[in-house]
DNA sequence: TTGAAAGCGATACCAC
DNA sequence: GTGGTATCGCTTTCAA
């Protein structure tokens, strides 16, 4: 391996885009390479050197070296300081002078200085780099619409506060489910979010020895060096079986999801709780086992909707299931919500365009991610103190066209 | 700082994964902490040594350093060799020994063995780290509908290649939009990918300067070292046109995207083009501004349906402008299909849910993502050699309920 | 084929 | 306050 590397030079045509502006035609920027090799061992020496002679702690105007960035001996050589001097400057240490610091950050300014985060990494032992799992979704990371929303809230929370994410995921590396740690240590990451996991998985005693905090979406996990974020998915199944049986519905089935994650307790908890509490039966009947996706929420709508007398609502432990209801009725020609009432969960962008427009409970997922963010940051650089073990938002029912009256007459 | 860690362990009770598995409740997880400190400094150097003297050359079972990762160290220690010997064996370079090689790998594996990244870009220069900017999207980066699926072909292809993904984009840092340059600078990243770049961006003149391969995706660049991936627009625009005029529609409409996307011109170029094909004529006042976003496409469409006479079709140059127009023609009481036919351009997985269903122009885009990484690494890896400097990959017109036959007469 | 040693760029301890 | 220096874990000459 060499290490060297060429610089390329990228010249867009002002022309052009002012033609394109104008209507005319798209910018093309044209880059060409220059072959000026970039500078390392003995030259690199002989440039700080010549850095340091010629430039005499004066007044003058510093440039960044030739070939390669600027690194703390640049600025020590220019300042005639000791590298130790000028990372303490620039970390903020209490022992620099004032003018000593003043004059650092202003070299560095001018030397455009960037810190090697490699090099700051392999002595503190810390990257600043946070691993986000996605797990048990084979093709869709970004893409599935709960889990994207959010990581644009985590990216946006770790940018705050300095730390840079990394991606993991399953699916993406030969040979099945790689090990967590296995993924983690090369980068070093300093802690980990994860999305999606299952308590089936066969890694979970993994998450043990993990040397590093973590946080899960929507699995509870307790531990001082783990946190867990989440909605109160109780509460919110309980806001959909109270708005539905207000309705006047009595006979109300339920799509659940897979029992492998521990929000499909949760909502059946709270849906049959609030069904409870308003003097309505629940039966195990009822119940349909779903995996979140809309194909499961097809064929479980299929199932009830055959059986006589027939549920007048359903509710679905996802908004993808309950698209699929909705397609199941269309395609068996019942309307709703004049023959059915359909609730789901999540408030996906797709629910409020369905049609009709869904029912649902709508998760701050931005904000899910934010406070995993501020969660695994807080345990990283604070401890556990004062960091709550688990962090649950409050979810909100949104009340859409896909829920109405329930029919005077059974079918 | 002090770089010592806390090892945490976990342990997850198996029988209440039993019970919840049962439909009784839900797993926890628990996490206590050990107080082993991280070995560092001295303490470490005398663990290494006592490897090396507790475990000569022979068949004994080695397990990993208690408190801290392998390192090279461990593994010349154990084996007798120098770190030098075993980096060469690692790496698989010619100049081992089968059988040394064969010893190393065994003992690395027994240490579970990790490389450490930082060191190794440390001294190589190279990350194996690619970032990708997501520019003009304040909040949606990973729940925008386009690129959340290119990223997540991005990331397969990139993990293929044992690179991982660093995320950078607007509005994650304070004081408007940071340099290019800079962001990558602190980690050293190989190479680059742009999402959503525009031709008046204050810092085109920055990707001249970028000392690393670079991918754009949708904006033609020229060079040795940027490559730029997308579809043929032009190409899936005319496919609208025929597919329009082919219905009948001679009064038909454009809402273009803004100006400042290359890909805008590409669309109306095509899409004029088309129309020409088969003898239509394209005049200036049939097209409209917008910027992408459904509000802008909504706005558009109640400026040109206001019109007399009015457009019997519309073709919007994204799903969301699209979306938008359905929207104001189902305020307006305009019938779609029946009265007025509306294209998009994307295929969004909202397109084919909303009423009616979108005809628009599929874009394979995790294809996108995946053509991006293997641009990016074979700049990186092997130059520009055999590298294409420009991927058009081919766009598909999808059919839908939202395009009709001309109205026969006019409103 | 192997080993010794010089860094890569930064931090932190210990003198002064 | 400041400087010298060992060190993080690894790659890469250069000798042996």
Same mark, same amino acid.
């Given at each position: 391996?060499?290490?060297?590397?060429?610089?390329?030079?990228?010249?867009?045509?002002?022309?052009?885009?002012?033609?394109?502006?104008?209507?005319?035609?798209?910018?093309?920027?044209?880059?060409?390479?220059?072959?000026? %090799?970039?500078?390392?061992?003995?030259? *690199?020496?002989?440039?700080?050197?010549?850095?340091?002679?010629?430039?005499?702690?004066?007044?003058?105007?510093?440039?960044?070296?030739?070939?390669?960035?600027?690194?703390?001996?640049?600025?020590?050589?220019?300042?005639?300081?000791?590298?130790?001097?000028?990372?303490?400057?620039? !970390?903020? $240490?209490?022992?620099? /002078?004032?003018?000593?610091? +003043?004059?650092? #950050?202003?070299?560095?300014?001018?030397? !455009?200085?960037?810190? !090697?985060?490699?090099?700051?990494?392999?002595?503190? =032992?810390?990257?600043?780099?946070?691993?986000?799992?996605?797990? *048990?979704?084979?093709?869709?990371?970004?893409? $599935?619409?709960?889990?994207?929303?959010?990581?644009?809230?985590? %990216? &946006? *929370?770790?940018?705050?506060?300095?730390?840079?994410?990394?991606?993991?995921?399953?699916?993406?590396?030969?040979?099945?489910?790689?090990?967590?740690?296995?993924?983690?240590? =090369? +980068?070093?990451?300093?802690?980990?979010?994860?999305?999606? #996991?299952?308590?089936?998985?066969?890694?979970?005693?993994?998450?043990?020895?993990?040397?590093?905090? %973590?946080?899960?979406?929507?699995?509870?996990? &307790?531990?001082?060096?783990?946190?867990?974020?989440?909605?109160? $998915?109780?509460?919110?199944?309980?806001?959909?079986?109270? =708005?539905?049986?207000?309705?006047? =519905?009595?006979?109300?089935?339920?799509? !659940?999801?897979?029992?492998?994650?521990?929000?499909?307790?949760?909502?059946?908890?709270?849906?049959?709780?609030?069904?409870?509490?308003?003097?309505? &039966?629940?039966?195990?009947?009822?119940?349909?086992?779903?995996?979140?996706?809309?194909?499961?929420?097809?064929? *479980?709508?299929?199932?009830?909707?055959?059986?006589?007398?027939?549920?007048?609502?359903?509710?679905?432990?996802?908004?993808?299931?309950? #698209?699929?209801?909705?397609?199941?009725? +269309?395609?068996?020609?019942?309307?709703?919500?004049?023959? #059915?009432?359909?609730?789901?969960?999540?408030?996906? /962008?797709?629910?409020?365009?369905?049609?009709?427009?869904?029912?649902?409970? $709508?998760?701050?997922?931005?904000?899910?991610?934010?406070?995993?963010?501020?969660?695994?940051?807080?345990?990283?650089?604070?401890?556990?103190?004062?960091?709550?073990?688990?962090?649950?938002?409050?979810? &909100?029912?949104?009340?859409?066209?896909?829920?109405?009256?329930?029919?005077? /007459?059974?079918?």
């Amino acid at each position: 391996m060499k290490g060297h590397r060429r610089r390329p030079r990228l010249r867009l045509s002002a022309t052009r885009i002012a033609q394109f502006a104008a209507g005319d035609r798209p910018p093309i920027g044209e880059v060409t390479v220059l072959p000026s %090799l970039r500078g390392k061992g003995g030259e *690199g020496v002989a440039q700080r050197q010549a850095i340091g002679r010629t430039t005499p702690p004066s007044r003058k105007r510093l440039s960044p070296p030739p070939g390669r960035r600027a690194t703390l001996r640049d600025i020590a050589g220019a300042l005639g300081l000791s590298v130790a001097a000028v990372s303490r400057a620039l !970390n903020g $240490h209490p022992d620099v /002078s004032p003018t000593t610091r +003043r004059r650092v #950050l202003e070299v560095a300014r001018q030397l !455009n200085y960037r810190p !090697n985060a490699a090099a700051k990494t392999l002595v503190t =032992h810390r990257s600043r780099l946070i691993g986000v799992y996605f797990l *048990g979704q084979e093709r869709a990371r970004f893409s $599935h619409p709960f889990a994207s929303e959010v990581v644009d809230g985590l %990216l &946006e *929370g770790l940018a705050t506060a300095g730390y840079d994410l990394l991606v993991f995921g399953d699916g993406l590396y030969d040979g099945g489910a790689p090990s967590f740690m296995d993924l983690a240590a =090369h +980068r070093q990451i300093d802690g980990a979010v994860f999305l999606g #996991l299952r308590t089936d998985d066969p890694r979970w005693g993994e998450l043990a020895r993990l040397p590093f905090p %973590l946080v899960t979406i929507d699995v509870p996990v &307790e531990g001082e060096r783990a946190v867990s974020v989440g909605c109160d $998915h109780i509460e919110g199944a309980r806001l959909m079986a109270r =708005h539905l049986a207000a309705l006047g =519905h009595r006979r109300i089935a339920m799509i !659940n999801g897979h029992r492998w994650a521990p929000v499909s307790w949760e909502r059946l908890t709270g849906f049959t709780a609030g069904l409870r509490q308003v003097g309505l &039966e629940w039966e195990e009947a009822c119940l349909v086992e779903g995996d979140f996706t809309e194909a499961s929420g097809y064929q *479980g709508a299929v199932e009830l909707l055959r059986r006589r007398p027939r549920p007048t609502a359903i509710f679905a432990a996802s908004d993808l299931m309950a #698209l699929g209801v909705l397609r199941a009725a +269309r395609e068996m020609g019942i309307a709703v919500p004049e023959e #059915l009432s359909v609730g789901g969960y999540d408030d996906i /962008s797709d629910a409020a365009r369905a049609s009709p427009p869904l029912t649902t409970v $709508h998760q701050p997922r931005r904000q899910l991610g934010v406070a995993a963010a501020q969660s695994v940051v807080g345990l990283i650089e604070r401890g556990h103190d004062g960091i709550p073990s688990r962090v649950l938002l409050r979810p &909100e029912l949104v009340v859409r066209a896909s829920t109405g009256p329930a029919p005077s /007459s059974s079918p």
